[in-house]
Nanobody
């Protein structure tokens, strides 16, 4: 059973930075996609950034130019560097990974990011 463990959330002032980490219990090469979603109170869970089929990256329009997804294959870890944080970035951030054939999704437990002065 694959486990995804997030870390790095917290409270930060507007304009600040945080780096989230997601450590997988197995090789991240086995996933067809791996990345980050977030869910703010009263809103639907939304994609933030992800890798797909290797190195192809996708970002939500709202985070382009501010957030960067990266990975350390040797440590089976994916990172999300978040810069120039805004109050609207406040949410629970979830690590996600999936196999496509057959389809199976894995989720981390979530880590809270709060951007507030």
């Amino acid at each position: 059973q694959v486990q995804l463990v997030e870390s790095g959330g917290g409270l930060v002032q507007p304009g600040g930075s945080l780096r989230l980490s997601c450590a997988a219990s197995g090789s991240i090469f086995s996933f067809n996609t791996m990345g980050w979603y977030r869910q703010a109170p009263g809103k639907r869970r939304e994609l933030v950034a992800r890798f797909t089929n290797g190195s192809m990256t996708t970002y939500a329009d709202s985070v382009k130019g501010r957030f960067t997804i990266s990975r350390d294959n040797a440590k089976n870890t994916v990172f999300l560097q978040m810069n120039s944080l805004k109050p609207e970035d406040t949410a629970v951030y979830y690590c996600h990974a999936a196999h496509y054939e057959p389809r199976y999704d894995y989720w981390g437990q979530g880590t809270q990011v709060t951007v507030s002065s």
